[in-house]
């Protein structure tokens, strides 16, 4: 404190400090669809943790590689980020893994905090598909997020039918021609995978792709279009999955 005679005044100094968040843990970084270890270039991912950022409740980033001061690199490089949440206490960001990486190999994924730091080594494989699910209303059961031709939604009050061409999506399926770079979204016409053939397993039986490769318009997005056989087995519980057995899900017929 300063006393100052001329005025009766008395003049307070005060210091300021910055106080930097606690240190990001990283607890996992996984598939964004199947939750599975991992990641493959261009993919959706999702990262676990603690400290990771000050948002509360869910907030879209909007593909942005800085949100709030936080940021999310892989192999030094600066990724997209989507969705930023911190639910009580449960925290996740999901981002796009680098298309540009090479695989097989293991990379350094970071988190900057505003300023504080948080690192991982992470696996990563050429392809890890995994499929999107949903839980429909009035089931516990997670199904395959898949299209009807009519845009609607495959479940159990919504099966799909023998004969019919279906929309699956999911992520991890690995480059494409032409090749997206990170934050490219799908074109039009769309990119196809360039790991081919695709199959799609439906109960015991191969079902192969029509078309696989970037959903148009999105962003880490991969789309998946096969035909249902015309002997399928009917059900509200058909397993589907991809040829790799990374990932499974169920599905309505």
């Known amino acids: 404190y300063l006393y100052d005679d001329s005025n009766n005044d008395i003049l307070m100094q005060i210091r300021l400090a910055s106080v930097s968040p606690s240190q990001p843990s990283i607890s996992a970084v996984v598939n964004a669809a199947s939750y599975q270890a991992g990641m493959s270039p261009g993919m959706l991912a999702t990262l676990f943790g603690t400290n990771l950022s000050p948002v509360v409740g869910v907030e879209s980033a909007g593909g942005a590689t800085s949100y709030k001061g936080v940021s999310i690199s892989v192999d ?32 350094q994924v970071q988190i900057n905090n505003n300023g504080s730091i948080g690192t991982v080594n ?24 898949i299209m009807k031709p009519d845009g609607s939604v495959v479940g159990p009050s919504n099966p799909a039918t023998r004969g019919s061409t279906v929309v699956m999506f999911l992520t991890g399926l690995g480059p494409t021609s032409p090749f997206l770079a990170t934050g490219q979204p799908g074109p039009v016409p769309p990119a196809t995978t360039i790991y081919q053939p695709v199959v799609v397993g439906l109960n015991s039986g191969a079902v192969p792709a029509v078309f696989s490769g970037a959903a148009p318009y999105f962003i ?18 058909i397993t589907d999955r991809k ?6 899900s169920h599905l309505g017929i």
Do not use: C, W
């Not at 911190?86 to 796009?96: D, K, R, S, Y």
């Open 122 to 145: 992470v696996p990563i494989t050429a392809v890890q598909p995994g499929i999107f699910e949903y839980v429909p209303a009035g089931t516990a059961l997670s199904y395959a997020a």
């Open 243 to 248: 040829s790799t057995r990374l990932n499974s």
């Open 76 to 107: 030094n490089l600066l990724v997209p980020l989507f969705t930023v949440a911190n639910v009580n206490g449960a925290e996740q960001i999901n981002f796009q893994v680098s298309a540009e990486l090479t695989a097989p190999g293991t990379m």
């Open 220 to 237: 880490g997005l991969d789309q998946v279009n096969f035909q249902i056989p015309a002997n399928a087995s009917v059900g509200s519980n």
